[in-house]
Each structure stands twice: as C-alpha cells, then as structure tokens.
C-alpha cells in the first residue's frame, strides 16, 4: 500500500445538549482541521462525510451539510457507519491517485433525538423489531454476560474499566462533562442503576453531541504540509452476521477477523509488544475487554491482567475512550484522533510516553457487528 | 405469493409502513399459527436455522425455498439471559418502573437462538441452561407475538 | 497510484410497484443471483468486499445492511454502506470502483449492491425531510405530519423538479410535445427491458399530452413510477477479469459532485436555488470523469449513454449539461432519432428512471445498463458495437451528480 498520511485533525467538544446547531459544529470541526494542517478551503479534493439518516432525522442527511464540510463544487460521498469506516473510503480515495486531499467528518446530535429508539429501527422489521425485545439495550446484557459466563469474570473487572476510563476522561479537556469523575470507584460503578443486567448505567458510553474531522493526504503532500504526519499503515474492516442468538458474544468475529487484515497490512506479528497504545470504541466497559483480546493484546479470557491505564504495560482508551463520550458517526473518528495525537505527542495531561504505533477502532450495531482496525504510525522521516 | 405484513412500528416519525415478510418468514409465520416451529437446515454444514433464511451465512449456499425444512419442538434451553427496564419501543425510550427478564434460548434441534421474555422466573431460575419451553398466545394469529414468552419446563 | 478497475458482471431483480411477494433481503439476494449467474467462475464465496447502500428512510430501516449480511452472503467479510440519497446507488457503484483501485491487500473482488422497496414505507415522508429540512424541527413547531402531507402536494421531489423544467424551458424554448417525445422514446424502451416496471409498447405522444398536469409543465403521464427493486455489479482487477468474462468493461472515469448549499436547503431546499438548471455540480461532475477518462470530445468518444432522469426535461438537460449534446439542441436529437435505439448516440434504452425507479437502485442501473451494453449483453441491446459509455445519477435535493465512464479498452494514464 502505498503511504497516506494523516496531515490534521480537529474534534469539538462533547456535550450531551450542545448549544448550538449541526452546521456550525461540523463548520467548526472541519475548519479547524484544516486549521490544523495550515490549508485552505480550496485545497479540498474530495469530502467523505459520517452521518446517518435517521440519527439526523431527515433523507440524506449530507444533503445540506455540503458547504459546511467543505463539499461544495469538491468530489463527496458519504459513509452510513461510523466515522471510523469514512476515513477508510477516504484513504481509497487518496490511493486511488484521483484526489490529493481528502476531508472526512462525522457526527450526530442525540440531543435532538430519541437515541434507543433510532438505534431500534437497525433491526428486522420482519422479526424481532415488532416487539422490541432485540435492541441495543438488551444485547448489550447479553454480551456482557456471555463474557462473564465463558470465562468466569466478577463484574467488578468490567466496572474496572469504567472506573478507568472515566478517570482517563477526567484528563480529556474535550470530553463530555457528565463521562469524566476523577473520584469513581468500582462499588459506584456497580451500584449504579440496571441498565440492562449485568451491564449498569456507569458501564455505558453516554451517546452525545459532537464532530470530528481528518485529513488525509498522499505521501508527498503530506510530507510538504506537515513535519508530524502520522501514516496509516494497516486496516482492516469486517460484519459478522446479525443474529445474536447465533454469534459467539464472548468474542468478537468481525473484529478478530478485521484486526488480522490490518495487522497483515501493517506487518505486525506481535501485537502485543508491537503496538504502543490503542484507542477503541467500547460502546459498554466489557467491550473494550473483548476488544483487547480480539485485537490479541491479551489472550482470550485474560483481559482483566493487563494494566491498560495510562502508565500501564499498555495503555487502552488513556482519552477516556467512548466512556469520554459517544457522538454516533463520530466516536471511531474521534479513537483515530486520538491515536493521532498519541503519535504526535499532543495528547496533554494524558500522553503516553514514547508511542510510534497506535490501533484505533470503530464499530456499528448491535454487539458490534461491523468493526474497523486502524494501524497508525508516527516517524515523518 | 404471500401479502403478509408487519404493521406495528412506534418510533421516531409517524409514517406508515408495511413490511412484506418474504417467502422463508411467511412459512415461518404459517408454522406460528398452529404453534410450530419451522426451521431451515443447510445441507453442506448442517446448522439448523430459526428463523429460517435463504442463504446459510457459513457455507454462502442458497438453501431453497421448497427443500431442508423441518420442525421442530417448543422445547429449548436458556442460553443467556438479561433484566433491563428500558421500553425501547416507546418513543422516548423511557425506563418503567419495574424490570423485565429476556431469555435467549436455543430449540432443541436448531443452531440459532431467539429472544422472548422470560415468564414466572424467579431470581435463581435465571441460569444458564436452565431447560423452557414456549409458550404461545391462546389464538396465535401468524406473526412474532405468537410466542409470548419461555416458561420453565 | 490506484489500479485499473474493471466491471464483470451486473445483475436485476424484477422491477414492480409493490414487490410483496419477497421481502427486501430476498429482492436484494434476486439481484446478486442475476449478477453471479453472467459470471458462471464466481461464486458468493469468491467475493472479497461488499459495498451497498440505499434510501433508508423510504422504508423504514436504517442499516438494513445489518440484518441482511446473511441474505448477501457478507458474513464475515468487509462491508461498507454508502448512502446519498437519490444518487446512491452511483455512490455505491463509486465505491465498488475506489475499493477495487485502492489495491488493498486481499481486496480485489467487490461487489456492489444497491436497493429499495417503496412499497413498505411511506416516500412522502422520506421526500418531505429533503424538501422540508428538518422533520424534528417542524414537528416542534406544531406542524403535524398530515399537514405536511398537504403541503407535499405541490412539493417535494415533483415540486423542486418542475421549478427545474421552467426554467429550463425558459432558456431551451422546448414543447410540452419534446417532452412527450423523450417519455414515449423511454416507456418503448422498458416494453423491451426484462426487469423494467412501466412498459408501454405502444405509448404516443398525444397519449402522454392526454394526462392532466401535476404540477406544470409535468403531467401524470410525464413522471417516473415508484418501484421496488435491487441491482448488483460486480468490480474486480483487470487481471481477474479477463477470466471471469469475454468482454470486461473498464471503468475510466468516476466523479460525485455537489454544488448544493446548506443555508438554501435550510430554509427552502434546492427550490430556492436562482436556477435549478444551471447544474454546476453536473458539469464538474463531467469535466472530472472526462479528464480522468482521456474524453476530450464526449459527443463523438461516448458510444451510449444512460442519463439518471425521473422527469423527460431532466433528461434533455442533462443530455445537455454532462455534453452529450450543445446546449438547447437535445430535444432536436430525439425527434430526428438520434438518441433511439439504432441511433448514433442512443440513450436510456433501458427505460431509464422515467420508466423505473426504484430510488436507491436507480443511480447504480444507470452504470450497470452501460456496462452491459459495452458487454453485449443489455436486455435491450443496441444495434452498434458500444466501446465507450456513460452512466449518471441525480440526488441531493436538485444538485447532486453521480458520473461512471466505461470502455471496453483500459484506458486511463497514469501519471
Ligand atoms: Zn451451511
């Protein structure tokens, strides 16, 4: 493959009722990545924007979000998955050798929308949809208990997870208020509200309101608007089928399958001494236990021995993760950056020290169905 | 050709929609009517699917509409299991005041499982393997609130 | 610096108004059988990525790629959903090309799929949150759904489409009668098209004129039908396609522009635009594929052309705007037999959108029919040898143009 880089980047701050409108946070997401990079409007070839017709509440959600993403009169597309899955059509785009500058932007506003009940209308209308008994929040019980079950896991080693990743937050300027809490303990976290049993209302990443955009460019260019590009050297992207009765929901197949193509990519044998730090979208806590395993960072089941904090063996969401906040069509944008600013050394009061090669990841539906692994990584020669 | 349509769909917009269950679910659904279950086997791997499907998601084979059916009994056990106060099928996605058990069970013969609550569990009936059956609506009239719910064998 | 892409393979479910004999995964699978069966090496399991997409709030599913993995045989595979309204499915067959381009390792043969079935939801909702912006914020202000059904009538698609026609008849000087002519070319055309939906073998142009108005200057008779159907292509690397097929059809050229603006689509969607006919997106669009595709002279080096238009005056604008014709002489083409079947530049012998329009499948059976009539193998197939042909797509509220240009010679520079 040949080498595109990440040349900017820029994310708006989470809120769970933004103060103002979808135009200006993309506005504000997309110019500010170009900000970022130093470049101008008219250096856009081509904008793949993340937004989903239903989250947004009207058909073709890009429709009028051309002029604010930078799309106007510029070659554009767009993704219906999370934004993880834009860049990946942007990165075609650049080694397609037709465009030189790729936008990609996504986001959503759950402010302004019945969150569940959108996310319920991802299911078979002919099946189980009537009644309801399917949907994200019973799945997410499920899951997680599958987890629990197969290798005899307390619930305490998942709200461990939470209590790290809110604590992570707590350091992200950019997350979302209500995610961060530098004081929350384990017995918090557990003794908070059912959300669906085993899973309690502090394991869940809080769907919010937020935008974040990319940039990407070839090698050459990238190495001319940039001295700190960060490389996309492996990805990978995978379904697995839908039904939940018929996956194994200790694991992740799509994601164990998505991670062995990027790794292939990216020449990597050994994750676990290959890899530095990763970003994952964990929609619930026990997901980035069953991700880190996927992703062969621990073996399967053993999850729970690794120290992922920030001064860990290897740290795991040290922004907070989705736990920091959950913009649909954002957040796998948002793990990317984050990877981004790892690399670079920007990420502020939680850098991890000395990072070359990052993973980030992006999911959509029920029990993450689809998954995409990014490899990044730093060393602008 | 079958007409059968779902009708009951809440949710974000009030729009009207009908959707055509197909050939394979329309069988399924025939089978609800006289409380049976009708599964689709794949004749290369052997998964036994229920709901039955065209195409078997391992062996990307057609399985065609007039071959590999069979029935199968009310009879299952729990696979997994969850409680949960969330009504996502009201509009706002409201919690209720009192939770709610949802069972997945395997029927015995078939390699999926399905979703339904769970009636009359107590607290340390919730296991796993613990051995249902179905039970179905009185008057069921060919469609997925035929089965109401999994009791305890 | 990207590969050489090339189409293999394209396939149809039947086209109706009410397919209620399947259900949407089975409509979609309908289609993917057609595709595969042109290629008798391939199978479902030999697919290496998939690429799909369709309007989803016309009938209430969002994602409904997530329930129909298994239906598609994409289980366990690389899946990406693309989605842009009326142009999806030329955004979805875009997509099938840059993936197959982009020479990621293992990904070389994608298939791309793209579909709907209106007769399950209710499209005046659908059109309404394009041609209304924000549903959520009309229904906040109290506006009821059944109001804005009311409003629809003069509105939505049909209403944006006939301040398009205006003013391009204000600028062409064409008869009610020309666009009659391009109606009857079209519905003639599907009576010969297996999968179409609207065949009329013996349709006239006083037969058209005989229909009252919509909305002036488009009759009842004048506009596309609301089908259900799914199409499927198959894209794969220049190697693997000489084995799948005698005649692989090389896509030289791909562009999807907008010039759409959000403060107009805001308040007033694309109606509000000076002059919906103007298409600056439409141009780009073409000057963009041209360029990639080595075109310098689109009327004499495009063999055929497969023009995305619901509504006959767009197709005469388009014929115009994407340079198939001079400005203001299409109408011309189509009375003097130009743009028939055994004409020198025969258009929409499928029927086109006028006579079949499944939304989220149209803009992609636009590429699909161009390619196989480059193949040989189009349902209704033109008389001449087609070397070089063109399939668009048209969505966004008015001003978003999809573009494939295809050959049966790998043509594309590299630099
Ligand atoms: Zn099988």
Same mark, same amino acid.
């Given at each position: 493959?040949?080498?595109?880089?990440?040349?900017?980047?820029?994310?708006?701050?989470?809120?769970?009722?933004?103060?103002?409108?979808?135009?200006?946070?993309?506005?504000?997401?997309?110019?500010?990545?170009?900000?970022?990079?130093?470049?101008?409007?008219?250096?856009?070839?081509?904008?793949?924007?993340?937004?989903?017709?239903?989250?947004?509440?009207?058909?073709?959600?890009?429709?009028?979000?051309?002029?604010?993403?930078?799309?106007?009169?510029?070659?554009?597309?767009?993704?219906?998955?999370?934004?993880?899955?834009?860049?990946?059509?942007?990165?075609?785009?650049?080694?397609?050798?037709?465009?030189?500058?790729?936008?990609?932007?996504?986001?959503?506003?759950?402010?302004?929308?019945?969150?569940?009940?959108?996310?319920?209308?991802?299911?078979?209308?002919?099946?189980?949809?009537?009644?309801?008994?399917?949907?994200?929040?019973?799945?997410?019980?499920?899951?997680?208990?599958?987890?629990?079950?197969?290798?005899?896991?307390?619930?305490?080693?998942?709200?461990?997870?939470?209590?790290?990743?809110?604590?992570?937050?707590?350091?992200?300027?950019?997350?979302?208020?209500?995610?961060?809490?530098?004081?929350?303990?384990?017995?918090?976290?557990?003794?908070?509200?059912?959300?669906?049993?085993?899973?309690?209302?502090?394991?869940?990443?809080?769907?919010?309101?937020?935008?974040?955009?990319?940039?990407?460019?070839?090698?050459?260019?990238?190495?001319?608007?940039?001295?700190?590009?960060?490389?996309?050297?492996?990805?990978?992207?995978?379904?697995?089928?839908?039904?939940?009765?018929?996956?194994?929901?200790?694991?992740?197949?799509?994601?164990?399958?998505?991670?062995?193509?990027?790794?292939?990519?990216?020449?990597?044998?050994?994750?676990?001494?290959?890899?530095?730090?990763?970003?994952?979208?964990?929609?619930?806590?026990?997901?980035?236990?069953?991700?880190?395993?996927?992703?062969?960072?621990?073996?399967?089941?053993?999850?729970?021995?690794?120290?992922?904090?920030?001064?860990?063996?290897?740290?795991?969401?040290?922004?907070?993760?989705?736990?920091?906040?959950?913009?649909?069509?954002?957040?796998?944008?948002?793990?990317?950056?984050?990877?981004?600013?790892?690399?670079?050394?920007?990420?502020?009061?939680?850098?991890?020290?000395?990072?070359?090669?990052?993973?980030?990841?992006?999911?959509?539906?029920?029990?993450?169905?689809?998954?995409?692994?990014?490899?990044?990584?730093?060393?602008?020669? | 050709?079958?007409?059968?349509?779902?009708?009951?769909?809440?949710?974000?917009?009030?729009?009207?929609?009908?959707?055509?269950?197909?050939?394979?679910?329309?069988?399924?659904?025939?089978?609800?009517?006289?409380?049976?279950?009708?599964?689709?086997?794949?004749?290369?791997?052997?998964?036994?699917?229920?709901?039955?499907r065209k195409i078997?998601g391992?062996?990307r084979i057609k399985?065609?509409?007039?071959?590999?059916?069979?029935?199968?009994?009310?009879?299952?056990?729990?696979?997994?299991?969850?409680?949960?106060?969330? /009504?996502?099928?009201?509009?706002?996605?409201?919690?209720? +005041?009192?939770?709610?058990?949802? *069972?997945?069970?395997? &029927? $015995? !013969?078939?390699?999926?499982?399905?979703?339904?609550?769970?009636?009359?569990?107590?607290?340390?009936?919730? /296991?796993?393997?613990?051995?249902?059956?179905?039970?179905? +609506?009185?008057?069921?009239?060919? *469609?997925?609130?035929? &089965? $109401? !719910?999994?009791?305890?064998? | 610096?990207?590969?050489?892409?090339?189409?293999t393979s394209a396939g149809f479910s039947e086209?109706?108004?009410?397919?209620?004999?399947v259900?949407m995964p089975e409509l979609v699978n309908e289609a993917i059988e057609d595709c595969l069966t042109k290629v008798?090496?391939v199978e479902l399991d030999d697919i290496?990525a998939f690429v799909n997409?369709n309007?989803?709030?016309?009938?209430?599913?969002?994602?409904?790629e997530?329930?129909m993995t298994d239906w598609m045989g994409a289980r366990?595979k690389?899946l990406?959903?693309?989605?842009?309204?009326?142009?999806?499915?030329?955004?979805v067959?875009?997509?099938g090309?840059?993936?197959?381009?982009?020479?990621?390792?293992?990904?070389?043969t994608v298939l791309a799929v793209a579909f709907?079935?209106?007769?399950?939801?209710?499209?005046?909702?659908?059109?309404?949150?394009?041609?209304?912006?924000?549903?959520?914020?009309?229904?906040?202000?109290?506006?009821?759904?059944?109001?804005?059904?009311?409003?629809?009538?003069?509105?939505?698609?049909?209403?944006?489409?006939?301040?398009?026609?205006?003013?391009?008849?204000?600028?062409?000087?064409?008869?009610?009668?020309?666009?009659?002519?391009?109606?009857?070319?079209?519905?003639?055309?599907?009576?010969?098209?297996?999968w179409?939906?609207?065949?009329?073998?013996?349709?006239?142009?006083?037969?058209?004129?005989?229909?009252?108005?919509?909305?002036?200057?488009?009759?009842?008779?004048?506009?596309?039908?609301?089908?259900?159907g799914a199409v499927a292509m198959l894209f794969?690397?220049?190697?693997?396609?000489?084995?799948?097929?005698?005649?692989?059809?090389?896509?030289?050229?791909?562009?999807?522009?907008?010039?759409?603006?959000?403060?107009?689509?805001?308040?007033?969607?694309?109606?509000?635009?000076?002059?919906?006919?103007?298409?600056?997106?439409?141009?780009?669009?073409?000057?963009?594929?041209?360029?990639?595709?080595?075109?310098?002279?689109?009327?004499?080096?495009?063999?055929?052309?497969?023009?995305?238009?619901?509504?006959?005056?767009?197709?005469?604008?388009?014929?115009?705007?994407?340079?198939?014709?001079?400005?203001?002489?299409?109408?011309?083409?189509?009375?003097?037999?130009?743009?028939?079947?055994?004409?020198?530049?025969?258009?929409?012998?499928?029927?086109?959108?006028?006579?079949?329009?499944?939304?989220?499948a149209?803009?992609m059976?636009?590429?699909a029919?161009?390619?196989?009539?480059?193949?040989?193998?189009?349902?209704?197939?033109?008389?001449?040898?087609?070397?070089?042909?063109?399939?668009?797509?048209?969505?966004?509220?008015?001003?978003?143009?999809?573009?494939?240009?295809?050959?049966?010679?790998?043509?594309?520079?590299?630099?």
């Open positions: 493959m040949d080498k595109v880089g990440i040349v900017g980047y820029n994310q708006v701050k989470l809120y769970s009722d933004a103060n103002y409108g979808r135009y200006e946070m993309i506005f504000e997401a997309v110019r500010g990545a170009l900000d970022n990079a130093g470049l101008k409007k008219k250096d856009i070839t081509t904008v793949i924007s993340a937004t989903n017709d239903y989250y947004d509440g009207r058909t073709i959600s890009n429709c009028f979000t051309v002029e604010v993403g930078g799309g106007y009169l510029a070659d554009e597309s767009k993704v219906e998955m999370d934004g993880a899955h834009a860049m990946l059509y942007g990165l075609m785009r650049i080694l397609s050798g037709n465009h030189k500058l790729a936008v990609v932007w996504g986001g959503s506003m759950p402010s302004c929308y019945p969150y569940h009940s959108a996310r319920l209308y991802e299911t078979d209308p002919t099946w189980e949809r009537p009644n309801a008994y399917v949907n994200d929040v019973t799945a997410s019980g499920f899951q997680m208990r599958a987890y629990m079950d197969k290798y005899d896991i307390g619930a305490e080693y998942i709200a461990n997870i939470a209590v790290k990743n809110r604590k992570n937050a707590a350091k992200n300027p950019l997350a979302l208020e209500e995610a961060q809490n530098s004081n929350i303990t384990v017995d918090e976290v557990l003794n908070s509200d059912a959300y669906s049993d085993p899973v309690t209302e502090l394991m869940v990443a809080q769907p919010c309101d937020g935008v974040a955009a990319v940039l990407l460019a070839p090698e050459r260019q990238a190495l001319k608007i940039t001295d700190k590009p960060v490389w996309i050297s492996g990805v990978g992207w995978n379904q697995d089928t839908y039904y939940i009765g018929e996956r194994d929901l200790s694991t992740c197949t799509s994601m164990e399958l998505a991670a062995k193509q990027a790794y292939d990519m990216a020449n990597i044998n050994d994750a676990k001494n290959d890899i530095d730090v990763a970003e994952l979208h964990e929609a619930y806590a026990h997901e980035e236990m069953i991700f880190t395993e996927c992703l062969g960072l621990a073996e399967k089941g053993e999850a729970r021995k690794l120290n992922t904090s920030i001064g860990g063996d290897l740290p795991i969401n040290p922004s907070g993760g989705a736990m920091g906040g959950k913009p649909p069509c954002a957040t796998g944008l948002i793990r990317v950056i984050e990877a981004v600013k790892q690399i670079r050394g920007e990420a502020g009061d939680y850098q991890v020290d000395g990072v070359n090669r990052a993973v980030a990841t992006g999911q959509i539906g029920m029990c993450a169905q689809n998954n995409i692994v990014w490899v990044l990584e730093g060393g602008g020669e | 050709m079958t007409e059968k349509v779902i009708e009951k769909n809440k949710g974000l917009v009030k729009a009207d929609f009908a959707f055509w269950v197909g050939l394979y679910m329309d069988k399924f659904y025939d089978g609800f009517e006289q409380k049976k279950i009708m599964a689709n086997k794949c004749p290369e791997c052997g998964s036994v699917f229920v709901p039955p078997c391992k062996c399985l065609p509409i007039d071959e590999n059916w069979i029935e199968l009994g009310d009879k299952g056990k729990l696979i997994n299991f969850t409680r949960t106060a969330y /009504k996502v099928s009201d509009r706002r996605a409201r919690k209720s +005041k009192s939770l709610k058990d949802y *069972g997945m069970v395997q &029927i $015995e !013969g078939s390699d999926t499982a399905i979703v339904y609550p769970l009636i009359d569990f107590e607290e340390n009936d919730l /296991k796993m393997g613990t051995e249902v059956k179905i039970q179905w +609506k009185e008057n069921p009239s060919g *469609g997925p609130s035929d &089965i $109401e !719910g999994f009791v305890k064998l | 610096m990207g590969r050489q892409v090339a189409i086209h109706a108004s009410k397919r209620s004999d259900s008798p090496s290496d997409g309007m989803p709030a016309f009938e209430g599913s969002n994602l409904p997530l329930w366990n690389p990406m959903r693309i989605t842009t309204g009326g142009t999806t499915g030329g955004s067959a875009i997509g090309y840059y993936t197959v381009t982009a020479e990621l390792p293992g990904i070389d709907e079935q209106q007769s399950q939801g209710d499209t005046s909702v659908g059109l309404a949150s394009v041609a209304y912006g924000e549903i959520s914020i009309l229904n906040s202000l109290g506006i009821s759904y059944g109001q804005l059904n009311r409003l629809l009538s003069g509105g939505a698609a049909i209403g944006v489409a006939a301040y398009q026609a205006t003013n391009y008849m204000s600028k062409s000087k064409i008869t009610e009668e020309d666009l009659a002519r391009v109606v009857v070319q079209n519905r003639r055309n599907a009576a010969k098209t297996w179409a939906h609207l065949k009329m073998p013996d349709l006239t142009i006083e037969d058209v004129l005989d229909t009252p108005y919509i909305q002036y200057p488009l009759r009842y008779g004048m506009v596309c039908p609301a089908s259900d794969t690397t220049e190697e693997k396609a000489k084995d799948m097929c005698d005649i692989p059809v090389y896509v030289n050229g791909v562009a999807s522009v907008a010039n759409e603006t959000a403060v107009l689509g805001y308040d007033g969607s694309g109606s509000a635009q000076v002059d919906p006919s103007a298409q600056i997106g439409a141009m780009k669009s073409a000057e963009l594929a041209y360029s990639q595709a080595g075109i310098s002279f689109p009327r004499k080096e495009i063999d055929y052309a497969e023009v995305y238009a619901p509504f006959p005056n767009q197709e005469l604008m388009w014929d115009e705007k994407l340079g198939l014709f001079e400005e203001t002489t299409a109408p011309e083409m189509y009375e003097t037999g130009v743009t028939a079947r055994d004409g020198e530049l025969p258009v929409n012998c499928s029927g086109g959108v006028n006579s079949t329009n499944a939304i989220g149209s803009a059976e636009r590429p029919v161009a390619a196989l009539q480059i193949m040989g193998k189009a349902s209704n197939q033109v008389p001449k040898t087609v070397h070089t042909s063109i399939g668009s797509g048209w969505g966004g509220s008015l001003n978003f143009i999809t573009l494939m240009v295809m050959s049966d010679e790998p043509k594309r520079k590299w630099k």
